[in-house]
């Protein structure tokens, strides 16, 4: 019989592996990206980021063991969370198609992707990941893991999105005006809708 421990451990593994892929997915990317003139940017904070995703999974396994008791049920929840955060991870790389590296390169002249997740917030692959450092410990209790490693994520993605950003210069800051980086705001929301055709624009609106 599988134990907690044992399953929660496999879905680690499950997530680890899903992770080498998207490594080896964004490595064709990059390539093909940067054989069309695409310009990388902000490397220096490119390593350090491998290096936490990869100590993530390592210490979420290793709160997980040393714990003597099983979790809560409140770890479903985060479990729940969890699950969220790979969905909406799959649905950004899936509109991003091509254009999707775990690297900060931007292709000149290229019209920015809004469709998707993308209608409602700037960077929902970054939620997905907060969501994720979050929600995964937890669904073993490993409040410990979830705690450091959130602020640590939050520390590197206030520099990465800053790079993200200035490389993807105006024409993507003038798509996505009024869009949260994160939380669909009541503006945000509106303006996407309004784009979609699902809200019919006023008299007068450009």
């Keep these: 019989m599988v134990t907690p421990l044992q399953a929660y451990l496999a879905l680690l593994l499950l997530l680890a592996v899903e992770r080498l892929l998207e490594l080896a997915r964004s490595s064709r990317h990059a390539r093909a990206l940067l054989a069309r003139g695409g310009v990388e940017a902000g490397r220096g904070h490119y390593r350090p980021m491998v290096l936490l995703h990869a100590a993530f999974f390592a210490a979420c396994a290793a709160e997980a063991v040393a714990r003597?008791?099983?979790?809560?049920?409140?770890?479903?929840?985060?479990?729940?969370?969890?699950?969220?955060?790979?969905?909406?991870?799959?649905?950004?790389?899936?509109?991003?198609?091509?254009?999707?590296?775990?690297?900060?390169?931007?292709?000149?002249?290229?019209?920015?992707?809004?469709?998707?997740?993308?209608?409602?917030?700037?960077?929902?692959?970054?939620?997905?990941?907060?969501?994720?450092?979050?929600?995964?410990?937890l669904a073993y209790g490993g409040w410990r893991t979830a705690l450091v490693f959130s602020v640590a994520n939050a520390a590197l993605l206030t520099v990465r999105i800053r790079a993200e950003?200035?490389?993807?210069?105006?024409?993507?800051?003038?798509?996505?005006?009024?869009?949260?980086?994160f939380v669909p705001s009541g503006a945000?929301?509106?303006?996407?809708?309004v784009g979609r055709g699902l809200v019919p624009r006023r008299r007068g609106d450009s």
């Design 68 to 137: 003597r008791a099983p979790p809560s049920a409140w770890a479903l929840v985060a479990l729940a969370g969890a699950l969220l955060a790979q969905a909406l991870r799959f649905w950004a790389i899936a509109t991003l198609g091509e254009r999707w590296v775990t690297r900060v390169i931007v292709l000149p002249g290229a019209a920015p992707v809004t469709g998707g997740p993308y209608r409602w917030v700037k960077h929902p692959n970054y939620l997905a990941v907060a969501l994720e450092f979050l929600c995964v410990p």
């Design 188 to 193: 945000g929301a509106a303006a996407a809708a």
């Design 165 to 181: 950003e200035r490389a993807l210069g105006d024409g993507w800051a003038a798509a996505f005006q009024g869009r949260a980086r």
